[in-house]
């Protein structure tokens, strides 16, 4: 069964992540899914764009802890949106958490309800947010992005949209992101496909020397960070639903 499901109106090929048993985290065959849409949707002439979206209350959940894909995969699922010849534009209307928001970063705009909530949480599980730092640190403000990386606290769409990590917020419920993205894609179906790819590459340039010089240490930073004690401890706590012991 696909985790990740296509449709297809006037060349915008809409991706929607479907794994509401745990929240579409990033499991190694939802990883694979997308890849596998992303690799489909770039050679198809017929695509213009690619609309990421979701089922359920939650964007991503970032990645699945009882079968969380290969470091390598998940730079590779990132560095594979940002490639892609065509605009991948991310449409939120729930929560994002840690690796989701990596994969929200890598997408070339991004528009977010009022209901949509964020949260870097890998450092209350013993982590870092090493691979996803990839799309993030080139994209946002690393200064505004210190606080919610070393805290891990939940904030909204308008303050991610302060922070760079997306395009607009939807400032009150009343706001319907579908109306904020209609002319996001109207723009996109207008602009010629040879003039999409090579504006892209031009916007992308600098997020994709950030994979050639850093993929690999920060790969290995991850793996690392994943098989401490600490980590192990943090995961389970997380299972469990209670406080790591190191909480004071």
Same mark, same amino acid.
């Given at each position: 069964?696909?985790?990740?499901?296509?449709?297809?109106?006037?060349?915008?090929?809409?991706?929607?992540?479907?794994?509401?048993? #745990?929240? #579409?985290?990033?499991?190694?065959?939802?990883?694979?899914?997308?890849?596998?849409?992303?690799?489909?949707?770039?050679?198809?002439?017929?695509?213009?764009?690619?609309?990421?979206?979701?089922?359920? #209350?939650?964007?991503?959940?970032?990645?699945?802890?009882?079968?969380?894909?290969?470091?390598?995969?998940?730079?590779?699922?990132?560095?594979?949106?940002?490639?892609?010849?065509?605009?991948?534009?991310?449409?939120?209307?729930?929560?994002?958490?840690?690796?989701?928001?990596?994969?929200?970063?890598?997408?070339?705009?991004?528009?977010?309800?009022?209901?949509?909530?964020?949260?870097?949480?890998?450092?209350?599980?013993?982590?870092?947010?090493?691979?996803?730092?990839?799309?993030?640190?080139?994209?946002?403000?690393?200064?505004?992005?210190?606080?919610?990386?070393?805290?891990?606290?939940?904030?909204?769409?308008?303050?991610?949209?302060?922070?760079?990590?997306?395009?607009?917020?939807?400032?009150?419920?009343?706001?319907?992101?579908?109306?904020?993205?209609?002319?996001?894609?109207?723009?996109?179906?207008?602009?010629?496909?040879?003039?999409?790819?090579?504006?892209?590459?031009?916007?992308?340039?600098?997020?994709?020397?950030?994979?050639?010089?850093?993929?690999?240490?920060?790969?290995?930073?991850?793996?690392?960070?994943?098989?401490?004690?600490?980590?192990?401890?943090?995961?389970?706590?997380?299972?469990?639903?209670?406080?790591?012991?190191?909480?004071?």
């Amino acid at each position: 069964m696909t985790l990740v499901h296509r449709t297809r109106t006037r060349g915008v090929e809409t991706l929607t992540l479907d794994s509401p048993q #745990n929240r #579409n985290a990033l499991s190694a065959a939802l990883v694979g899914d997308l890849a596998a849409a992303l690799t489909d949707a770039g050679k198809d002439p017929g695509v213009r764009a690619v609309l990421l979206t979701h089922t359920g #209350n939650t964007f991503s959940a970032g990645a699945d802890l009882r079968d969380p894909p290969e470091p390598d995969a998940l730079v590779g699922l990132l560095r594979q949106i940002v490639e892609l010849p065509k605009p991948v534009v991310a449409r939120v209307t729930g929560h994002v958490r840690a690796g989701g928001l990596g994969l929200l970063a890598a997408c070339d705009i991004a528009a977010a309800s009022a209901q949509a909530t964020f949260a870097f949480t890998e450092v209350r599980i013993g982590v870092a947010p090493a691979v996803i730092s990839l799309t993030l640190l080139p994209r946002t403000d690393p200064r505004a992005l210190a606080r919610y990386y070393l805290t891990g606290e939940r904030f909204g769409a308008v303050e991610a949209a302060r922070l760079g990590l997306v395009t607009a917020a939807g400032e009150d419920d009343a706001v319907d992101v579908d109306a904020v993205l209609e002319p996001v894609l109207d723009g996109i179906r207008r602009a010629s496909p040879r003039a999409l790819a090579e504006t892209k590459r031009l916007l992308t340039a600098r997020v994709l020397e950030t994979f050639d010089q850093d993929a690999a240490d920060l790969t290995a930073l991850s793996a690392r960070l994943f098989a401490s004690a600490e980590a192990r401890e943090g995961m389970t706590a997380f299972l469990e639903r209670r406080d790591a012991e190191w909480v004071v």
